[in-house]
C-alpha cells in the first residue's frame, strides 16, 4: 500500500488522504521538539508523559512532521483540503504529484478549502512559477485569517523568529488567489456536506472542517492540535500557537464534539494518514489511530 495516499468513505463521499511530503523540525532553524510543540508543559510531566509515548526526552532531537492535505470527492464537487507547503523544503511539494498518481489533475479540483496561512498549508497555491496550481479552483479561507495576513497584523503580530518566513510565504501564495477567493465568516456550509467549523487559536482564523455524508462525520482538525499528547493535555500548546489561551477552548470544543459524536477525525500533522478517533479518557483525551498500514 502507498504510504502517501489512502482513499476511504465518509457516507457516501471518496475521500482521499494525501501526503505533502514531510518536514524536519531540529535546531537550528526551529526550537528542539519538546519546547517546540509544548512550551508550558511542566518540565517533570512532560518527562514522564514522552516516555509513556516511548519518546526518550534527552534524545529527542527533531521532529519529522508529515503534511496530509484531504481530497473529497463531495458529489459534485472534488474539494481539496490545503495545498501543503509547496517549495518549503526538498522534503516537501508532493502533493500534485501524489494527485497525479491517482489519476486527478489540478484542473479537476473545483474548491480548495484552506484551514489556515501558515507556510505548509498554502505553500502549493501556486507553482514554481508562481502560476496557480490549481487553475479551475475557488478558494475558501476563514475572513479573519486572510485578513491577519494580508494586512500589517502579521508583520506587527507574529514573532521574529517566524515572521521573515511565514509572511515570505503569504505574500507569495496569497495574493495570486484574490480574484477567486470566498471569505466565511461564521460556520457555514461550504459545498453541500463540508461545513466550517470555527477553531482559532493557533493562527488568528483557524478553521476546521466537518464533512457529513449519509449519517457519517469527518472533522478535518488541522492545526488544532499537532501531537497526541496534545489531546491528552489540552492546555500544553506549541511555540507557534498564536493564542494558547483560545488553542485551549477550541481544542477542549473538537476533541469533545468529536468524541461524542464518535467522528473520524484527519490531523494535518500526525503520521501518514492521520486518520484516528479521539476517546474521552479521565480530565483529557486519547487517540486512536486507524488501522491503515500494517
Ligand atoms: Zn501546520
Not at 486527478?104 to 496550481?133: S, Y
Request: aromatic share 8%.
Amino acid at each position: 500500500m502507498s504510504i502517501e495516499r489512502y482513499r476511504f468513505k465518509v457516507g457516501t463521499f471518496e475521500c482521499m488522504a494525501v501526503s505533502d511530503g514531510t518536514l524536519t523540525y531540529r535546531p537550528p532553524m526551529f526550537p528542539p521538539p519538546a519546547p517546540f510543540l509544548f512550551s508550558n508543559a511542566p518540565k517533570e510531566r512532560l518527562v514522564q508523559k514522552l516516555r509513556e509515548h516511548n519518546i526518550q526526552p534527552e534524545q529527542w532531537a527533531e521532529w519529522i512532521s508529515p503534511y496530509i492535505c484531504l481530497v473529497i470527492n463531495a458529489d459534485k464537487h472534488r474539494v481539496l483540503v490545503d495545498t501543503g507547503a509547496g517549495s518549503l523544503a526538498p522534503t516537501t511539494g508532493r502533493l500534485t504529484s501524489n494527485l497525479k498518481a491517482e489519476g486527478i489533475a489540478p484542473e479537476d479540483i473545483d474548491t480548495v478549502i484552506l484551514t489556515h496561512g501558515h507556510p505548509d498549508h498554502i505553500g502549493g497555491n501556486v507553482d514554481r512559477e508562481g502560476k496557480l496550481a490549481f487553475p479551475k479552483a475557488r478558494f475558501v479561507m476563514w475572513k479573519d485569517e486572510w485578513d491577519f495576513w494580508t494586512s500589517e497584523q502579521a508583520e506587527q503580530r507574529l514573532d521574529e523568529h517566524v515572521r521573515a518566513r511565514q509572511i515570505a510565504f503569504a505574500r507569495k501564495n496569497l495574493p495570486p488567489i484574490q480574484d477567486r477567493l470566498d471569505l466565511v465568516d461564521h460556520e457555514t456550509e461550504i459545498v453541500p456536506g463540508i461545513r466550517a467549523v470555527a477553531a482559532p487559536g493557533h493562527t488568528p482564523g483557524h478553521m476546521a472542517l466537518a464533512i457529513s455524508s449519509a449519517g457519517e462525520q469527518l472533522l478535518c482538525i488541522a492545526d488544532a492540535w499537532l501531537h497526541p499528547i496534545h489531546m491528552e493535555h489540552p492546555d500544553w500548546c506549541a511555540a507557534r500557537d498564536f493564542a494558547p489561551q483560545q488553542v485551549v477552548t477550541t481544542r477542549r470544543r473538537l476533541l469533545n464534539r468529536a468524541a461524542v459524536e464518535k467522528a473520524l477525525v484527519l490531523a494535518f500533522h500526525f503520521p501518514f494518514p492521520g486518520l484516528g478517533h479521539v476517546i474521552q479518557k479521565g480530565e483529557g483525551w486519547q487517540w486512536q489511530p486507524i488501522e491503515a498500514i500494517g
